[in-house]
């Protein structure tokens, strides 16, 4: 079955950085598109980020463009989210998730297939 385990997450002070890794199984990684998102406590869940398939094209939202850089390495099956300059309103869980070849759709949630456990980000001020 396919699994999206997630890791990195933890705590850090603002203005520090962490980098989230997201490995992937029992699918063929290099034909879906993938995307970060996050939770916090009380809100729904957001976008953060997403890179299709190919590694091609990036996407983020207003609200880490220019901190977080999204990448992937299909050879192992991983995706990777760089958070920089990382600010309290940043906490949240994150999780990554993974949907077949629909990059129109990358920024919302319906165009995913499959979902990780999430991990928690929490930076203090």
């Known amino acids: 079955q396919v699994q999206l385990v997630e890791s990195g997450g933890g705590s850090v002070q603002a203005g520090g950085s962490l980098r989230l890794s997201c490995a992937a199984s029992?699918?063929?990684?290099?034909?879906?598109?993938m995307g970060w998102f996050r939770q916090a406590p009380g809100k729904e869940r957001e976008f953060v980020a997403a890179?299709?398939?190919?590694?091609?094209?990036?996407y983020y939202a207003d609200s880490v463009k220019g901190r977080f850089t999204i990448s992937r390495d299909n050879a192992k099956n991983t995706v990777y989210l760089q958070m920089n300059s990382l600010k309290p309103e940043d906490t949240a869980v994150y999780y990554c998730?993974?949907?077949?070849?629909?990059?129109?759709?990358?920024?919302?949630?319906?165009?995913?297939?499959?979902w990780g456990q999430g991990t928690q980000v929490t930076v203090s001020s």
């Open positions: 890179i299709i398939w190919s590694g091609g094209s990036t």
């Open positions: 029992g699918l063929t990684f290099s034909y879906y598109d």
């Open positions: 998730a993974a949907g077949y070849r629909n990059p129109q759709l990358v920024t919302a949630n319906r165009a995913y297939d499959y």
